[in-house]
């Protein structure tokens, strides 16, 4: 038995220090007025939120969007909650709020038949309802929106579409698409995954005004002077399942013609978990850096 507890001890000291650092999740939901639902989300909460040495500071928020096929809960099931307390106690990530919303297969958007209104509902409801709950800063330079692959589409489309709202925007394998609504039309007809799953949202067929409107590639062009004040940095996988690589080359020379700074990394790997939180850290530095 004293030996049982000479072994057990070290193992709770070390995952004491590990929750400590890493804070608290806050998983809740809301009812949406606009979306006549129930919407989950998670908030990861830093260490020092409950700590009570600062009862009166208010926060920095990170809004974080999942991709197709996850949830709010997507951190945790991936891993990236652990690498976020490793990098808090390695003091390589300042204090913010993580704040992930349940979106299911909406791109983010408001969809093109008007019946699911995402974009509204975050702007709209969401986003005063965190602010109003959580001790968070309400100026933009306390506010970024980051995402992996349809969320990294959303994230790019919500900063591109409101840069007054936002400091800083980062995408990992972000679901832009160069394919023409012509192209799309034809892939929804051949029966294609990712064509069926766009028609529900953008229209079969394809609504061109809507799915422009929501484009991050014309956005660029459109609202340059408002994107050059973002912070942005978005990498994708040169193998990617999808070709995803495309889409985010042609942003990158989009933004580099218009003379819009960002970061912006093709690096090994395909459109999976495992690339996703080889290059979390990285993205999550890159928040930490702009909110500073």
Same mark, same amino acid.
């Given at each position: 038995?004293r030996?049982?507890?000479?072994?057990?001890?070290?193992?709770?000291?070390?995952?004491?220090?590990?929750?400590?650092?890493?804070?608290?999740?806050?998983? /809740?939901?809301?009812?949406?007025?606009? &979306?006549?639902?129930?919407?989950?989300?998670?908030?990861?909460?830093?260490?020092?939120?409950?700590?009570?040495?600062?009862?009166?500071?208010?926060?920095?928020? &990170?809004?974080? &969007?999942?991709?197709?096929?996850?949830?709010?809960?997507?951190?945790?099931?991936?891993?990236?909650?652990?690498?976020?307390?490793?990098?808090? #106690?390695?003091?390589?990530?300042?204090?913010?709020?993580?704040?992930t919303?349940?979106?299911?297969?909406?791109?983010?958007?408001?969809?093109?038949? !008007?019946?699911?209104?995402?974009s509204?509902?975050?702007?709209?409801?969401?986003?005063?309802?965190?602010?109003?709950?959580?001790?968070?800063?309400?100026?933009?330079? =306390?506010?970024?929106?980051?995402? $992996?692959?349809?969320?990294?589409?959303?994230?790019?489309?919500?900063?591109?579409?409101?840069?007054?709202?936002?400091?800083?925007?980062? =995408? #990992?394998?972000? =679901?832009? $698409?160069?394919?023409?609504?012509?192209?799309?039309?034809? !892939?929804?007809?051949?029966?294609?995954?990712?064509?069926?799953?766009?028609?529900?949202?953008?229209?079969?067929?394809i /609504?061109?005004? /809507?799915?422009? +409107?929501?484009?991050?590639?014309?956005?660029?062009?459109?609202?340059?002077? !408002?994107?050059?004040?973002?912070?942005?940095?978005?990498n994708?996988?040169?193998?990617?399942?999808?070709?995803?690589?495309?889409?985010?080359?042609?942003?990158?020379k +989009?933004?580099?013609?218009?003379? $819009?700074?960002?970061?912006?990394?093709?690096?090994?790997? /395909?459109?999976?978990? $495992?690339?996703?939180?080889?290059?979390?850290?990285?993205?999550?530095?890159?928040?930490?850096?702009?909110?500073?």
């Open positions: 038995m030996l049982f507890l000479r072994f057990l001890l070290p193992l709770i000291l070390l995952f004491s220090t590990r929750a400590l650092a890493q804070g608290r999740v806050d998983c /809740n939901a809301l009812n949406s007025r606009i &979306l006549s639902e129930v919407v989950h989300y998670c908030a990861l909460l830093p260490e020092s939120y409950d700590s009570g040495k600062e009862p009166a500071r208010h926060y920095a928020v &990170l809004y974080f &969007l999942h991709g197709l096929g996850e949830n709010e809960q997507m951190l945790f099931r991936t891993g990236g909650w652990t690498l976020i307390g490793d990098l808090r #106690q390695q003091r390589k990530l300042g204090d913010f709020l993580i704040v919303p349940e979106a299911k297969r909406t791109f983010y958007v408001n969809s093109a038949d !008007g019946k699911v209104r995402y509204d509902f975050f702007l709209r409801e969401f986003i005063p309802y965190i602010e109003a709950r959580y001790r968070v800063r309400h100026d933009r330079g =306390a506010r970024a929106i980051g995402g $992996i692959s349809m969320g990294g589409y959303g994230a790019l489309r919500f900063a591109f579409s409101h840069p007054e709202l936002f400091v800083a925007v980062s =995408a #990992q394998s972000a =679901a832009l $698409i160069t394919d023409s609504p012509q192209e799309l039309n034809r !892939g929804m007809r051949s029966g294609t995954p990712l064509s069926s799953v766009l028609g529900k949202v953008f229209g079969d067929p /609504n061109v005004p /809507n799915w422009r +409107e929501n484009d991050p590639l014309v956005l660029a062009r459109k609202n340059k002077t !408002g994107i050059s004040k973002l912070a942005i940095y978005f994708c996988g040169r193998e990617d399942d999808y070709g995803f690589e495309t889409g985010a080359l042609a942003l990158h +989009e933004l580099e013609s218009e003379g $819009i700074r960002h970061e912006f990394h093709l690096y090994p790997g /395909n459109h999976d978990a $495992i690339y996703f939180l080889a290059h979390l850290e990285e993205q999550l530095e890159f928040h930490g850096r702009a909110f500073r």
